[in-house]
């Protein structure tokens, strides 16, 4: 597609359930970032891909959270028995590493999470 | 630790006027600095970036300036807009570390009124 996909928009969960969130890359992009904005705070690097692999997921905040991609394309964050502080919306980004001003980082629009 | 500062949560300025959006860092190993707008329900939007070896950057209406030496960069909106209004981050990346995630501010909502 033109640009990055993220479904759900919206997700509205119970304390305690499991969600997966979908990230579709711009075709071709090897990096794929995911980010969160909880209210009132800046963008919080989560979990880093190169290709299919993970080299840096130093920002997951627990091992509630886990991500995968495959096939160099889409990649599923997964965050298990939510909690209401994992309310945020999730961002997710892609790169193609081919220079440029922005670094070839292009936004998706975002997942809002709310868990009650 | 926050390694990317933006100390303004908002800024009100007519249209017309001259808005400067301030960011202060603390991480000597940055070395490329960007500019995102996001408006609500969308995701951050490029606007303009700056290297470390240069001290000003310049795309229209947007100027970027950077001052190594206080770890301290701004961006410059002249003239303002209406559709100016939206939150801007502060990003910045180390990447003659070869590391090209970005760290980010918590944003300024700029709101430029007519």
Redesign the interface.
Known sequence: GAG?SQSPSNKVTEKGKDVELRCDPISGHT?L?W?RQRL??????LI?FQGNSAP?KSGLPSDRFSAERTGESVSTLTIQRTQQEDSAVY?C?S?S?AGG???G?T????TRLTVV | DQQVKQNSPSLSVQEGRISILNCDYTNSMFDYFLWYKKYPAEGPTFLISISSIKDKNEDGRFTVFLNKSAKHLSLHIVPSQPGDSAVYFCAASALLSGYSTLTFGKGTMLLVSP
Do not use: I, R, W
């Not at chain 1, 936004?107 to 975002?110: L, N």
């Open positions: 990055v990096a970032y980010y009132g705070q800046g963008l919080e690097f880093y840096d961002l980004a790169s590493h001003g922005s670094l980082y936004f998706g629009s975002g």
